[in-house]
Each structure stands twice: as C-alpha cells, then as structure tokens.
C-alpha cells in the first residue's frame, strides 16, 4: 500500500501562482512514476502531469504546458506541481496518483490515490 497526502491547495487570483505538493509513504519503493490528476465540478478526472520517480522523465499535458512545472524530491517521498499564470479554468481538485509511468493519463492506469487539495483560481 502507498499513501499520498496533497496540501498546498488554496484561493488564488488570476495570474498567480500555487504550488501543491504530495508526499508518498508505505511501500515507496513500489513506485515507478507519481502524477497529479484535477477534476472540475461537473467534469471527468484528467490528467495533468507526470514523473518518474527514479529517473527524469517528466510528462506535462498540452493544456497546461508552459505554465505548469512537475518536480520531485525523493528525500523526502514528495512531488510538487508549480502552477503559474493560473486560469479560472485551472480551478479543480487536484488529486496526487501513483501511475505506471509519467505519461500514463488514463485514470485506470492509477493504483493508488490521495484524497485531493482544492485549487480555485478567482477571475
């Protein structure tokens, strides 16, 4: 078993930024790759990024792409997401996952969840 616990989630202005953060503990060395998920009120769960956990490989979706950054410190079993230039469209739950590999965006590909940090972005 793996749990992950998000924080970091908050109220922002248009424009601003966030980071959330997702910290890993159990059977860690199970992991291959950690993303982070969002869903919108009344919207399907989607995939937002991806990294590995051992090497490189980070994996961010187009939407997203250029204003969202995936990092991990592995010393400390935690994954970040840095939102910048948030959109109104960004406001979501944001939920941490541990995926097959960075890129796997199917919500059946992920083994285990967190339960989720709320990101709402003002206009």
């Known amino acids: 078993q793996v749990q992950l616990v998000e924080s970091g989630g908050g109220l922002v202005q248009a424009g601003g930024s966030l980071r959330v953060s997702c910290v890993a503990s159990?059977?860690?060395?199970?992991?291959?790759?950690l993303g982070w998920f969002r869903q919108a009120p009344g919207k399907e769960r989607e995939f937002v990024a991806g990294?590995?956990?051992?090497?490189?490989?980070?994996y961010v979706t187009d939407s997203v792409k250029g204003r969202f950054t995936i990092s991990r410190d592995n010393a400390k079993n935690t994954v970040y997401l840095q939102m910048n230039s948030l959109k109104p469209e960004d406001t979501a739950v944001y939920y941490c996952?541990?995926?097959?590999?960075?890129?796997?965006?199917?919500?059946?590909?992920?083994?285990?969840w967190g339960q989720g940090t709320q990101v709402t972005v003002s206009s």
């Open positions: 996952a541990v995926q097959p590999q960075p890129w796997a965006s199917s919500v059946r590909s992920v083994t285990f």
């Open positions: 990294i590995s956990w051992r090497g490189r490989t980070t």
């Open positions: 159990g059977r860690t060395f199970g992991i291959d790759a």
